[in-house]
């Protein structure tokens, strides 16, 4: 991976982690997952969840900016996030079950991502 998606790592690990958002172990998709953020940075202006749809348009995205608003909870009731970017320290060590996380964004915040496209 580049230099950028490196030091992109290193800043949001360190802002993170203190909150409890752990990267994934799985590093290879960490990677990818946190070079299409920096993707979405460069389109948009903000790295809003390669794993969404996003408008374009901030005020449509601003809950899927990574880690979105969703992320929290996710983690606390999963184990992880909706991507899996991000995950608690029981779900890297596997000391809780690796699930499906369902979407919680709203429908209706994908169809006006949608419209807006």
């Not at 991976?1 to 909150?19: G, N, T």
């Not at 202006?45 to 408008?55: D, F, I, M, S, V």
């Amino acid at each position: 991976m580049s230099d950028r998606v490196q030091e992109f790592y290193q800043k949001l690990k360190e802002l993170q982690e203190p909150k409890g958002f752990y990267f994934n172990n799985d590093e290879k998709m960490v990677m990818e997952l946190l070079n299409n953020l920096l993707v979405n940075k460069d389109r948009y202006g903000y790295t809003a969840c390669p794993c969404r749809l996003a408008a374009g348009k901030y005020e449509l995205d601003k809950d899927i900016i990574c880690p979105c608003v969703y992320a929290k909870q996710d983690i606390e009731e999963y184990g992880s996030c909706y991507c899996g970017l991000y995950v608690s320290r029981d779900w890297n060590q596997d000391k809780i079950e690796h699930v499906f996380v369902p979407e919680r964004r709203p429908p209706e915040k994908t169809m006006a991502a949608l419209e807006n496209i």
